[in-house]
């Protein structure tokens, strides 16, 4: 691909002619779920050794299902460690735990910080509000078993990425409107924020920059069905909440060359002017979802996984 526009990194460039050659388009639902998990196992860079890993199934809080969640310990012992609530990503409709379980290990190794990760049920299947659901489930069942995860509550994370971004900063603002317990931290990658689609870089980065604005709009109805107008609630457009007052620190970290690039953008900005801590990187000529294709773009990943680390050493 010739980047006619000069803003993309060399390492985008070959990512997106590989991803040319392979081809991915016109899958149905369960073959885009294979081919992701297939994907990121071949080129999701390395796995990283972590002491203990334990998959636990735990109750849904309207007891109509369970779930599981695995849990990532960077030390085996009973000293309490901040914990980070993750969230994973794929347009809540593909994902589950294989597919960002490097990532988890980078973090939770890298960070020394105790990580849960959240195997969500998805859409279309189970359209939100459910996945929302299962994030806040889990949240609390995090909180009633602070002494067997061993995790310090008043050093909480809520994370997640891209679509995992918007039920990550969705259930944050939900635990603000019922005056729940908050996280100390809101970590966000690349966050869908706005599903309406209108933020600018939705159209500058329409096609050609392997997420697209057809795919994206797919994701959306996959997730909320075919009324787009329901998007402007904040429950599922993040961006929309209003009650700042006391809102955790929140950080974000996104692409340059994303089509939902401005939607990480625009939450940094109306938050820091309510006067919430923020901390923001924009990593230039950079794609969606680039932190599960380590071997495509480990100097990026690399730089943002240095910077996860030292935001939040400063910020916990």
């Known amino acids: ?13 070959a990512f997106l002619e590989q991803i040319k050659q392979i081809g991915c388009t016109n899958l149905s639902i369960e073959e885009a779920r294979k081919w ?36 990532y310990h960077p030390e085996v012992s009973s000293r309490r460690l901040p914990l980070m609530l993750y969230v994973h990503g794929g347009g809540w409709t593909r994902g589950n735990l294989l597919t960002h379980d490097k990532i988890c290990r980078f973090i939770a190794k890298r960070c020394h910080i105790r990580l849960v990760s959240v195997d969500y049920r998805l859409a279309p299947e189970n359209p939100f509000p459910k996945g929302l659901e299962d994030a806040l489930s889990a949240y609390h069942w995090c909180l009633k078993n602070q002494d067997r995860l061993a995790i310090d509550t008043n050093r909480i994370v809520i994370s997640g990425d891209s679509g995992g971004g918007t039920i990550g900063a969705a259930l944050t603002c939900l635990l603000k409107s019922m005056g729940d317990k908050l996280p100390k931290v809101l970590m966000l990658f690349y966050p869908s924020l706005d599903l309406t689609g209108s933020s600018p870089s939705m159209n500058e980065f329409a096609t050609g920059y392997f997420l697209t604005k057809e795919a994206v709009e797919h994701y ?3 997730y909320i069905g075919p009324d787009h107008t329901i ?12 009650d700042w007052q006391g809102f955790p620190t929140t950080c974000i970290l996104i692409g340059g060359a994303d089509p939902i690039r401005d939607d990480g953008i625009r939450f940094e900005e109306k938050l820091r002017q309510a006067g919430v801590t923020t901390e923001f990187i924009c990593l230039d000529g950079t794609l969606h979802a680039f932190l599960q294709l380590y071997d495509f773009f480990k100097p990026q990943c690399e730089q943002a996984y240095a910077w996860v680390e030292e935001t939040l050493r400063k910020v916990l």
């Open 36 to 71: 992701l998990e297939s994907f990121v196992a071949l080129y999701g860079g390395p796995r990283e050794e972590i002491p203990y890993i334990e998959d636990i199934l735990i109750p849904s809080e309207q007891k109509t299902h369970s779930f599981y969640v695995r849990i």
């Open 220 to 222: 959306t109805t996959n």
């Open 231 to 242: 998007a402007t609630h904040w429950k599922i457009s993040p961006l929309f909440f209003t």
């Open 1 to 13: 691909m010739v980047d006619t526009r000069g803003i993309l990194v060399p390492e985008s460039l």
